[in-house]
Antibody, heavy 120, light 107 residues
Framework: EVQLVQSGAEVKKPGESLKISCKGSGYTFTIYWVAWVRQMPGKGLEWMGIIYPDDSETIYSPSFQGRVTISADKSISTAYLQWSSLQVSDTAIYYC?????????????WGQGTMVSVSS | DIQMTQSPSTLSASVGDRVIITCRASQSISSWLAWYQQKPGKAPKLLIYKASTLESGVPSRFSGSGFGTEFTLTISGLQPDDLATYYCQQYERIPGTFGQGTKVEIK
């Protein structure tokens, strides 16, 4: 079974750093793009960025460029989303999802989501 | 970015009704459109890709159509399990923008 399993919920203070993870299983992790999607409380879905795990080629949405870093460790089939300095406005659920063999593709498998709460 | 606009934002329908959700793109996206279902407290689930291709395992009461800038998702015979918010997404261009969502309520 193809699965993406994300790390658990986080509670942080403004200015702190954070790295959340997304581990793939049941398929060849390196050859399918992995995307990150944000959902702020009570709001819709936002495409943040996408990474090709085999060579770590990464494409960011202009809205998130410079605010987050996406990375991957193909040796452990895991993608990451990280912040160097969190803001209250980063409070959201973050999903990872697999696209296909190209970055322009629908997201066919989703992780369960990681809730990130940022508050002073 | 390509803008995606869904209508309506909310709809209420009875079990067995035919439900139609519309999604409009700000420029042509050919058939590069997906529909997702998100139930309360759950991750989104892919229903349809390439505008009209049903994802494996998705009930046949769901169907999609459209090309260019106008697309529809139809639920033929609404079921109680269909209570959810539905999102369209274009993937013709990066970033793959989503519509704002349509919340489907059961009367």
């Amino acid at each position: 079974e193809v699965q993406l399993v994300q790390s658990g919920a986080e509670v942080k203070k403004p200015g702190e750093s954070l790295k959340i993870s997304c581990k793939g299983s049941g398929y060849t992790f390196t050859i399918y793009w992995v995307a990150w999607v944000r959902q702020m409380p009570g709001k819709g879905l936002e495409w943040m960025g996408i990474i090709y795990p085999d060579d770590s080629e990464t494409i960011y949405s202009p809205s998130f460029q410079g605010r987050v870093t996406i990375s991957a460790d193909k040796s452990i089939s895991t993608a990451y989303l990280q912040w160097s300095s969190l803001q209250v406005s980063d409070t959201a659920i973050y999903y990872c999802a697999t696209a296909g063999a190209t970055a322009n593709d629908a997201f066919d498998v989703w992780g369960q989501g990681t809730m990130v709460s940022v508050s002073s | 970015d390509i803008q995606m606009t869904q209508s309506p934002s909310t709809l209420s329908a009875s079990v067995g009704d035919r439900v139609i959700i519309t999604c409009r793109a700000s420029q042509s996206i050919s058939s590069w459109l997906a529909w997702y279902q998100q139930k309360p407290g759950k991750a989104p689930k892919l229903l349809i890709y390439k505008a009209s291709t049903l994802e494996s395992g998705v009930p046949s009461r769901f169907s999609g159509s459209g090309f260019g800038t106008e697309f529809t998702l139809t639920i033929s015979g609404l079921q109680p399990d269909d209570l959810a918010t539905y999102y369209c997404q274009q993937y013709e261009r990066i970033p793959g923008t989503f519509g704002q969502g349509t919340k489907v309520e059961i009367k």
